[in-house]
């Protein structure tokens, strides 16, 4: 007789059950990272309540506070994923622009995605939004100073500067700050104040840039 058959066999490891949950739990997390998106297009911030998020997703309160415990966590979740997408949009730049052209292409195609989607606008522009909520929409302005940097440096001979990523970043700090201002007085980033933003940025870079930079493709 195979004496083996009296051994303890190993216990088989079933990971699906634990893969499913994790999946379940983060398509329940994104849903409510939609619904509370969806209902920033049709309702004010502060007039929007975390029960509100949940009924729209159409998952029970009781899981919801197991992502978000309350929905000042989740707007600044969902401040982070509009930074991200906005991040991973950059604009397409004529081969002969100068770099005062440039940094008007990465504002207005920034205002242009503020414009179309109102829940951007609330979360990181709005008077209504919160500190916490906005720095955490912002907490990649540095990545948009280093995208400008690259973009100018990768086509011109720029001058040596002591902090050239935090130079950028400080201009679309500029921008921002225009981009608010206009959102306040209009609810929206109008022509106007999307050619101030652009004027406040450059002037600023003025400072560290000469009007006219060598291109690298120049003999």
């Given amino acids: 007789?195979?004496?083996?058959?009296n051994e303890p066999q190993p216990i088989a490891l079933t990971p699906e059950p634990?893969?499913?949950?994790?999946?379940?739990?983060r398509a329940r997390r994104?849903?409510?990272?939609q619904a509370a998106?969806?209902?920033?297009q049709e309702r004010e911030i502060d007039d929007i309540t975390l029960p509100m998020v949940s009924e729209a997703a159409g998952i029970p309160s009781s899981?919801?506070?197991?992502?978000?415990?309350?929905l000042r966590e989740l707007f600044k979740e969902l401040a982070r994923t509009i930074s991200?997408?906005?991040?991973?949009?950059?604009?397409?730049?004529?081969?002969?622009?100068?770099?005062?052209?440039i940094i008007g292409t990465f504002l207005s195609a920034s205002a242009d995605y503020f414009n179309a989607d109102a829940s951007a606008r609330q979360l990181i522009l709005g008077p209504r939004t919160t500190p916490d909520?906005?720095?955490?929409?912002?907490h990649d302005d540095f990545r948009f100073g280093l995208q400008l940097h690259t973009a100018l440096s990768g086509r011109f001979h720029l001058p040596p500067l002591a902090e050239p990523v935090a130079i950028f970043y400080r201009?679309?700090?500029?921008a921002d700050a225009f981009f608010a201002l206009s959102v306040l007085e209009d609810g929206v980033i109008t022509r106007h104040m999307l050619d101030e933003a652009v004027r406040g940025a450059t002037a600023y870079l003025g400072n560290y840039l000469p009007p006219v930079l060598q291109s690298k493709r120049s003999r």
């Fill in 1 to 5: 007789m195979n004496d083996r058959i």
């Fill in 18 to 25: 634990r893969r499913y949950t994790q999946a379940r739990g």
């Fill in 30 to 33: 994104e849903a409510l990272l």
């Fill in 37 to 40: 998106r969806e209902l920033l």
């Fill in 63 to 70: 899981s919801t506070y197991h992502f978000f415990p309350d």
């Fill in 84 to 101: 991200n997408e906005m991040a991973s949009r950059e604009p397409v730049i004529d081969a002969d622009a100068s770099w005062q052209a």
């Fill in 133 to 138: 909520i906005r720095q955490a929409g912002c």
């Fill in 171 to 174: 201009a679309i700090v500029i």
